[in-house]
């Protein structure tokens, strides 16, 4: 008995049916004689290959982006310091206005 299909693909005679993994039976099979599958390999090397450099800009703008959004921070970081530096002089400055008043009240 000879079985060319299996149970969960069985050959049929259709040529649009046929699974296009199946090997015909004329040619031997073995996995090192398959020069498809060596062409498919490289092929999807390439592939791989080329899918990485596509990505290389988008991979380039992110660690952009990501350096922008650092130099952001820190001029916003920057920025409350100076802010909160002019903010304690205000008030060391109505500190001492408040000490003088004061003084001048106790005086009289």
């Avoid at 090192?32 to 791989?48: F, L």
């Amino acid at each position: 008995m000879t079985a060319i299909g299996t149970i969960d693909r069985p050959s049929t005679h259709d040529p649009k049916k046929q699974d296009p993994t199946m090997h015909p039976t004329s040619e031997p099979f073995a996995p090192g004689t398959s020069t498809t599958h060596e062409r498919t390999g490289a092929t999807a090397s390439r592939q791989n290959r080329n899918h990485a450099m596509q990505l290389i800009p988008e991979a380039l703008a992110r660690a952009h982006m990501h350096d922008r959004l650092r130099e952001a921070e820190s001029q916003r970081r920057a920025v409350r310091l100076a802010a909160a530096r002019r903010m304690q002089r205000r008030a060391e400055r109505a500190s001492l206005r408040a000490r003088r008043a004061l003084a001048m009240a106790v005086m009289q």
